[in-house]
């Protein structure tokens, strides 16, 4: 079992629609949580990260973090052609070291 | 410069050849990652050092692969008698110092390396 789950999409809005993205996580102990976009043959560029149960917006974004169901989101308003790329959920955990656990990613297209 | 600096950011090599990727952190970032992403995946954890001390190697895939980061600035990693498998982009990440990566990680362009 992968420790971070993704749906591969792909998945596709309009142009102005809320594209919803979802993760979930194995390990009960994870306490950080990062959402990324990659754009095609681009590095990872961080969008938001979340540490407390409950939703964190930054302008379009809005975060979900669900401890409880080991679930965290990423919620585009307004989305944009612009935001087309793959979106990957990364989580750590403090008792197991630095570095983050990423999902596959999943391939967003918004359709002009 | 501002962001993380990979080096080289294309790279070809002859099976069993060996190669070396830089990484040139953010200035006043303590803790560099090295991660492998194979196409269509995310990146997986390879190492992670703070200052020049390097705290976990535990996703080196062989003893092949070697890295290092002598003055806790700019870090190489060496891959020697490369096989096929290798294919892959290599990313480094560098974040502030933090505990239990709590620290956002800030990535660069990454190396796309081609064993032929």
């Known amino acids: 079992q992968k420790e971070v789950e993704q749906n591969s999409g792909p998945l596709s809005v309009p142009e102005g629609a809320i594209a919803s993205l979802n993760c979930t996580y194995s390990?009960?102990?994870?306490?950080?949580f990062f959402w990324y976009r990659q754009y095609s043959g681009k590095s990872p560029e961080l969008i938001m990260s979340i540490y407390s149960n409950g939703d964190k917006e930054d302008g379009r974004f809005t975060a979900q973090l669900n401890k409880a169901s080991q679930y965290v989101s990423l919620l585009i308003r307004d989305s944009q052609p612009s935001d087309s790329a793959t979106y990957l959920c990364a989580v750590s955990n403090p008792n197991t070291g630095n570095q983050f656990y990423f999902g596959t990613g999943t391939s967003l297209t918004v359709i002009p | 410069g501002a962001g993380v600096s990979q080096s080289p950011r294309y790279k070809v090599a002859k099976r069993g050849q060996d190669v070396a990727l830089r990484c040139d952190p953010i200035?006043?970032?303590?803790?560099l990652f090295w991660y492998q992403q194979a196409l269509g995946q995310g990146p997986e954890f390879l190492t992670y050092f703070q200052n020049e001390a390097q705290l976990d190697k535990s996703g080196l895939p062989s003893d092949r692969f070697f890295a290092e980061r002598p003055e806790g600035s700019v870090s190489t990693l060496k891959i020697q008698r490369t096989q096929q498998e290798d294919s892959a982009v290599y990313l480094c990440?560098?974040?502030?110092?933090?505990?239990?990566?709590?620290?956002?990680?800030?990535f660069g362009d990454g190396t796309r390396l081609s064993i032929l």
């Open positions: 200035s006043g970032h303590v803790s």
């Open positions: 990440a560098s974040s502030r110092r933090g505990r239990g990566g709590d620290q956002p990680q800030h």
């Open positions: 390990d009960r102990g994870s306490q950080s």
